[in-house]
């Protein structure tokens, strides 16, 4: 028998080898770049050294990915070479022994040269990285030529299936994103707060004017056929800011007054009310919400009038509305607890059942009481669907109940031809339980 001490080395060091260059490329890839700046500003040579490597990041992940292959290659193949040697070789029946030896082996080198450097080097990136910076820069000149050959050969093979060997790779999507968020909260390092403005951030995008305007059946309206004396008792009523002004009819935008210039205009006497009013940013209630901020910032408002399909009249947009889809309600200064809490859009009245306004939005109406049946593509409120209905205006007052999409809405106010608010149960969900 050969003296096997010199295949033990030889395989230990492979394994010890591909270790190091895991744990540093685990590190460089986690590594955080202001901290090396910053590092790097008070003289630290190996904070300057891990700063060459992110500048030319993926030639030395590809070198060091290279290493690896390399020296755990090596390290199965002489693994193999002493088991022949050691044990196989004198077996009558040699399969049997060698699947077994062949999985502890694999089993050894996954664990030493993949797990264990991972885990470390991503505890502390910082410092594996800075640690590991020379070891780095003697792989990254001794694989750097053979690197570039496998790029090669894989570019080769990528253009022979017919893809662009020099195309970009995939980019991280905002699934990639959010599953990263979870698994960051399931583990505590992202508290839920911070969470839910993540999660604010992206849905941002995806909403447009018409998902976060106050509709026109909520806005005071100040209109020109209205004497002063009438202006100023619905601006002091309301305790808004700002406010549309509408010509001949609702649809009719003139344009938008603010409460200041009209106390101003009251104070001073003056004789002229039409010197006051500001001309309207009008939008279309399908403009993106996120476009929407970037344009108000841009023309430095904060009022914005949505109109519709047909140019009417739809709704208003203010810029605290916006802030509040990505960081929550805004409350106002002399926000009242009490009042809020009598006017709450929502209520859970019992087991399946749940008081609600009548302009909550139908999509939210489905996620609370799991009705899967509900016409989101056709009304966009509890309100709107009760109408359509009972296919009626009822007066104002009006108390009745309907049967819709699995849902049994029991109207208990209603005004101004919408429903204000309704008891609203899913009979299918308690259908299902029985």
């Known amino acids: 028998m050969t003296d096997p001490l010199p295949v033990v080395t030889l395989q230990i060091v492979s394994i010890a080898l591909a270790a190091l260059c895991k ?10 770049d202001y901290k090396m700046k910053e590092l790097a500003k ?3 040579k190996k904070a300057k050294r891990v700063l060459g490597f992110m500048e030319r990041e ?30 196989l070789k004198y077996v009558t029946e040699p399969w049997m022994l060698m699947a077994i030896l062949a999985v502890i082996h694999i089993s050894a080198v996954v664990v030493i040269a993949d797990m264990i450097p991972r885990k470390i080097c991503t505890s502390k990136p910082d410092e594996c990285a800075m640690g590991l910076s ?35 790779t995939a980019h991280v999507t905002e699934d990639d994103v959010m599953m990263m968020v979870d698994l960051g909260s399931e ?61 001949e009819d609702i649809d009719d935008i003139v344009g938008v007054v603010y409460a200041r210039e009209l106390y101003e205009f009251f104070y001073d006497k003056g004789e002229d009310i039409t010197e006051i009013i500001h001309q309207a940013y009008i939008v279309p209630e399908t403009i993106g919400a ?5 344009n108000m910032q841009k023309e430095k408002t904060h009022f914005a009038v949505v109109a519709d399909e047909y140019g009417g009249f739809a709704g208003i947009v203010t810029m605290d509305d916006l ?51 509900l016409p989101l593509d056709e009304f966009d409120t509890l ?32 005004k101004d031809r919408r429903v204000v608010r309704a008891k609203v149960r899913c009979v299918v969900k308690e259908k299902t339980e029985e």
């Open 42 to 44: 008070d003289g630290n």
């Open 187 to 247: 583990k505590g390092t992202i508290a839920p707060e911070e969470k839910e403005l993540i999660t604010n951030i992206f849905e941002f995008g995806e909403n447009c004017a018409d998902d976060v305007m106050t509709h026109r059946k909520d806005v005071t309206v100040l209109m020109m056929d209205e004497s002063a004396e009438e202006w100023e008792e619905k601006v002091r009523e309301s305790g808004y800011s700002r406010f549309p002004v509408c010509g």
């Open 323 to 373: 802030l509040g889809e990505i960081v929550g309600e805004i409350e106002d200064e002399d926000y009242d607890e009490d009042e809020e809490n009598e006017i709450e859009d929502i209520i859970t009245v019992g087991e399946n059942e749940w008081d609600m306004d009548g302009l909550t939005p139908l999509e939210e109406v489905g996620e609370l009481t799991g009705a899967e049946d």
């Open 134 to 168: 020379a070891f780095v820069c003697v792989v990254w000149n001794l694989f750097r030529p053979l690197s570039f050959v496998y790029n090669l050969i894989a570019k080769l093979f990528v253009a022979l299936t017919g893809n662009d060997p020099n195309g970009e």
């Open 23 to 32: 744990g540093a490329k685990t590190a460089i890839e986690g590594v955080n």
């Open 290 to 294: 996120d476009v929407l901020f970037a």
């Open 383 to 414: 309100s709107g669907l009760v109408l359509h209905s009972i296919d009626y205006i009822p007066d104002d007052g009006a108390t009745f109940t309907v049967a819709a999409s699995g849902l049994e809405i029991d109207v208990t106010d209603f």
């Open 58 to 87: 993926s030639r030395v992940l590809a070198a060091l990915r290279c290493a690896i292959t390399t020296l755990t290659l090596c390290a199965v193949l002489i693994g193999g070479i002493f088991n022949y040697n050691t044990f």
